[in-house]
């Protein structure tokens, strides 16, 4: 069993009081050399011939003979401790290289920087934001299920890989009516979304104005695979769920029913908006205010928060790995 270096050097330090004056004083500085060299991994300078080896300091000098005269007793005693203390270096630094080497690999494999992968649809400003944003993480890719969205240009612009996804086809595969076949067609296209993220490996996908209800079929793999995933969604938890929340909310106010509305990074669940709120932004309802007023601060909130819930969901799964 490894001893810590601690004890080591408070081996040695008792190990002093067994020596005469003169001896302790000599062991003292050839100890106070030794544990400089220690420190920075460099051979000891407590021995006249020494070689290194990756995690140990190895003496090669023998013991000394007896002392001939009175005279050498408290050099040959100053020797023969600093010998055996050497010994004691040695395991002590061999212990502290072996110990600080284990704790950096596990350090790195928590430390290693996060892949991100973000959902979109439209233009892509939210989008944006990440990508100006200096996240603890790299987007590594990003997938619309438009062609036309705008947000492909700004990921290529940014130097980052796009896929384009789209469920038309495969609803045109599946007979393109009835519930069965919309039901079939979506199942298949979710199963090969959840394939295509995970061939990119993301610790976290955003779903950054991701206009499609994605299913089990999507989700299980992912969520075996570990991967955490947020949404952005322009309402308060428990109101207006779904689409045109922003147009649905601005209604409510008109009408006396609500004071104020809101916007939220969540967790993303089987139910649309429920997963658990990652980060809530209100937004104060004011008076006169149309529609497109409403929005454009909707969005001003919404660029900030996915920034701010992203880097919380990064955080909480740094914490998460390193226990």
Not at 8 to 36: D, H, I, K, Q, Y
Not at 64 to 77: D, G, I, L, R
Not at 173 to 201: F, N
Not at 304 to 318: C, P, S, W, Y
Request: proline share 5%.
């Amino acid at each position: 069993m490894r001893m810590a270096p601690s004890a080591w050097w408070w081996f040695a330090s008792m190990s002093l009081a067994l020596l005469p004056g003169r001896a302790r004083r000599l062991v003292c500085r050839s100890l106070e050399t030794a544990r400089e060299g220690c420190r920075s991994r460099l051979p000891t300078p407590l021995h006249e011939e020494k070689k290194s080896t990756p995690n140990s300091i190895v003496a090669t000098r023998s013991i000394p003979a007896s002392p001939t005269s009175p005279s050498s007793e408290s050099e040959y005693h100053a020797t023969m401790v600093s010998y055996a203390l050497g010994q004691l270096l040695n395991l002590a630094c061999s212990s502290s290289s072996t110990t600080t080497t284990t704790t950096s690999s596990a350090s790195a494999s928590a430390s290693a920087e996060p892949r991100i992968l973000v959902l979109i649809s439209g233009s892509g400003t939210n989008l944006q934001a990440l990508i100006d944003a200096a996240l603890p993480g790299q987007i590594v890719h990003v997938v619309s299920n438009r062609k036309s969205a705008y947000g492909l240009t700004r990921a290529a612009n940014a130097g980052i890989s796009t896929s384009y996804h789209n469920l038309v086809s495969y609803k045109r595969q599946h007979g393109g009516g009835g519930d069965g076949a919309e039901s079939a067609a979506r199942e298949a296209y979710d199963r090969d979304l959840a394939a295509l993220v995970l061939r990119h490996s993301p610790d976290l996908v955003v779903f950054a104005g991701w206009m499609h209800i994605v299913s089990a079929a999507f989700l299980a793999p992912l969520q075996a695979a570990g991967v955490d995933l947020i949404n952005l969604h322009p309402a308060l938890p428990g109101q207006f769920d779904g689409k045109d929340a922003i147009a649905r909310a601005h209604a409510a106010f008109q009408s006396g029913e609500i004071e104020e509305t809101g916007v939220m990074i969540h967790r993303v669940i089987g139910e649309v908006d429920r997963g658990e709120p990652v980060l809530v932004r209100k937004v104060a309802m004011r008076q006169c205010e149309s529609l497109e007023e409403l929005e454009a601060r909707i969005h001003e909130v919404e660029h900030k928060a996915i920034v701010d819930g992203t880097r919380i969901v990064l955080e909480e799964r740094r914490r998460r790995l390193q226990g």
